[in-house]
């Protein structure tokens, strides 16, 4: 009877066991394809026909190659006033902190010509990065949603993101200090 008792003891642990085993693997493997899926790239072209990688990591975004650099993604449209006005405030700190930030201007107008971006750069003072992709939508809306503003969002929202930490965003034409007083925090100036 002892004998028994312990054979199916043993037995069952064995199946207890090699149960928790493969349930280990499969949720090591399930959180791999996890992070595989929330690893999400978008990859932008300028209308200075560069290519600009950026990647969601976690709730944050990154631009490759922007390493310990503020990257200021300014959603936009060309024919939105306040989207015009935002534009030389921007230029200015891209000047002002050129070692230390990268504004990319990332327009929600769908086929867009370079040239109404050339032109809105030019008339507007826009002296930073446009990029014209199919990927602008896909990019602005996952940025829009992590900052929880919802499905239809006003522009333009400006997002300040360092390593992949969101700084700060702003919602319409933001007065140039708040976005300067941010960087200097961020720079820790």
Known sequence: MLKNYILSLSILSAI????CSDNKEKTENAQSVNQLVSTKEYVL???DQKQY?????GAGFILEG????IVIFDIFATWCPPCRAVAPH????????KEDIIVIGVTIEDNIQNSKLQEFAEKYNAKYILVNSDQNRRLSDEIVKELGLGDRY???TMAMYKNAKLINHY????????IE???KNALGK
């Open 171 to 178: 919602v319409g034409a933001t007065a140039e200090e708040f």
């Open 45 to 47: 072209t300028g209308i």
């Open 66 to 69: 922007a390493n310990d650099k």
């Open 154 to 156: 006003p522009i333009p």
């Open 90 to 97: 921007l230029s200015s700190l891209q000047e002002k902190y």
């Open 16 to 19: 207890l066991f090699q149960g």
């Open 181 to 183: 007083s941010d960087i």
């Open 53 to 57: 990688v950026v990647k969601k990591e």
